[in-house]
């Protein structure tokens, strides 16, 4: 898997969770990482992103309540979810917009890349 993510789970409302996301060690850089979620029957949508330089975005959905982090230029990141809302039950996604890999002693640059998700159940 080139992006896992974890961290996933069921919690009642106003609960808090952190997600994690990895990128497998042939990944020497990535420039922006996100989460996007995907609930049942909707879109996928995005949550927040970070730079490779720590800058951050957040939906107006979850501002205030997620924290997105990630060391600078670091290939991991996480996402700390608090005040947790049944409406924030969805399937999380990692991504990685830019990145560049090793595979043999050959680097190349790669665009858009996912991970496989991670469940959160939010309970009323």
């Known amino acids: 898997v080139q992006l896992q993510a974890s961290g996933g789970g069921l919690v009642q409302a106003g609960g808090s969770l952190r997600l994690s996301c990895a990128a497998s060690s042939n990944i020497q850089s990535i420039d922006t990482m996100g989460w996007y979620r995907q609930a049942p029957g909707k879109e996928r949508e995005l949550v927040a992103t970070i730079s490779s330089g720590g800058s951050a975005w957040y939906a107006d959905s979850v501002k205030g309540r997620f924290t997105i982090s990630r060391r600078n230029y670091e290939t991991t990141m996480h996402m700390q979810m608090d005040s947790l809302k049944p409406e924030d039950t969805a399937v999380y996604y990692c991504?990685?917009?830019?990145?560049?890999?090793?595979?043999?002693?050959?680097?190349?640059?790669?665009?858009?890349?996912w991970g496989q998700g991670t469940l959160v159940t939010v309970s009323s």
């Open positions: 991504h990685a917009d830019r990145l560049f890999r090793v595979i043999n002693a050959v680097g190349a640059f790669e665009t858009d890349l």
